[in-house]
C-alpha cells in the first residue's frame, strides 16, 4: 500500500487493491516490478493512460513519473491517448501479413471508415495495426481491448465481430 494519501487519488479503492494484489506477486522491496500490471488496471479502469494516471500510478508505485512514462510509452498495450469504447488491434507482423493479416486491417479501416490510429465518429472503435501476438497459426489475428484474441479473422468473422461488439455497445 502505497503512502499517497487517499484525498490525492485518481481512481476507487478497488482499483488500489487490483494493484496491491500485483505487488504480492514481487519481493516487497521490488513493488515497481507490478508496474506493467497496474498500467493495465489504471488503463481499464480510466479507459486509457492519461499523463494524470501515469503520475498516479507513478505515486503510487513508489517511482519517477518519467520511469512509468517510458514503461507506458514502449508497449502498444497501453493507449496514451483516448481511444474507442473497442480498441482493435491488428496483428500485421509478417506471419500474419503472409496470411491475410494485412488484408484484415484493410477491411476494417474500410468497413470501420477510418485508418490505424484513429477512432471513428461514434467513439465506439479504435483501430491499431499491432506487433505479433504470439498467434502465427491463427492468422489473421486481432485483439479487443488488450484482452480478447480473435483468430482467423477474415471478412465474415470480422464483419460478426463489428456487429457483436455493436450490440454490446447499446446493450
Partial sequence: MSAVPKSSRMFADDVYRGIDREFGKFPADQKQSAVMAALAIAQRAHGWVSPEVIEDVAAYIGMPAIAVHEVATFY????????????????????????????????LKDKLGIGYNETTADGLFTLRESEC????????????????????????????LIDELRAKATS
Fill in 76 to 107: 502498444n498495450m497501453y493507449a496514451t491517448a483516448p481511444v474507442g469504447r473497442f480498441k482493435l488491434a491488428v496483428c500485421t507482423c509478417l506471419p500474419c501479413a503472409l496470411r491475410e493479416g494485412n488484408a484484415a486491417g484493410e477491411y
Fill in 133 to 160: 501476438q504470439g498467434a502465427c497459426g491463427d492468422a489473421p489475428v486481432l485483439i479487443v481491448n488488450n484482452e480478447r484474441m480473435c483468430s482467423f479473422m477474415g471478412a465474415g468473422e470480422l464483419d460478426r
